[in-house]
């Protein structure tokens, strides 16, 4: 169950609560029920699964690990972001992973690359976007939108920790997997963590292996899903990524502590078993 106690819908923007609310419906009957859940399939696809390494081309990890799986009918990779990760920044123009759809005319490198790459996502069944941090985050996936598909995605990864961020307004341009039915990111912090590398190669190796067997409420097994409300902009507590805090009252979870330049954006827990 959702834990209405601690979750306080007004920290939902009014333009998320009806889809919130079915996201919490869909996921209230999954875990009164036995059914096996299964990915969708659309047809005409190419393969199933789509990776994204470097979308922010200063993010190298994706694309360290992506090239050491063994290649399968199942997925293709993409290095999102090539001009950027050759120069090692994490945008040439604009920040891909902010103006997706893109524009396919436009003169700006990422905004252009955005589009060819969601044109892309049609010939496949699911987009995995693996992004890296600066912070000790450690993996997290992030679901940018309310559909209950991509959390079924996240259940497939053996990562406990599933963060829905959406955007603060509601705005025609955003992530890229935004654009992508189901689509997901996964973050991974810190990024030049070789240990870390390691288990995400572990977990891409079993999620290419794993992901058509069916889904059920055990998969919710010591999961939790976070909802991020907000930022903490200074910050001098000592703070730690998913350890819950109180400071002035307010009693929150950590997120990409001291990433941007800030102090970490505040979540609240939303689901745990
Ligand atoms: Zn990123």
Sequence with gaps: MF???V????????????????????????LNSNDQHFLPQKNGTKKDILFLG???GDEKIGVDVLQTLPANKNFDWILANEKAFAANKRFIDVDMNRNAPGNINSELYEEKRAAELVRQFKNYNYVVDIHGSVANSGLFIILTKLVFDDLLLALQFDIPNIVIWLPKEQKATGPLVQFANPGIEIECGPKDSEKL?????????????????????NNLKNKNIFWVYGKLENNKEKLVDFQKTVINDEEFYPLLVGEYGIGCYKMTK????
């Design 197 to 217: 590398r390691i288990i995400l190669k572990q977990i891409l190796d079993d999620f290419v292996t794993n992901y058509c067997k069916g889904i059920d409420k």
């Design 3 to 5: 834990r209405e106690n």
């Design 270 to 273: 939303v689901f745990w078993q």
């Design 54 to 56: 470097a979308t922010h």
């Design 7 to 30: 979750f306080n819908l007004n920290q939902i923007p009014q333009f998320y609560q009806k889809d919130f609310s079915n996201f919490q419906n869909k996921l209230n009957s999954f």
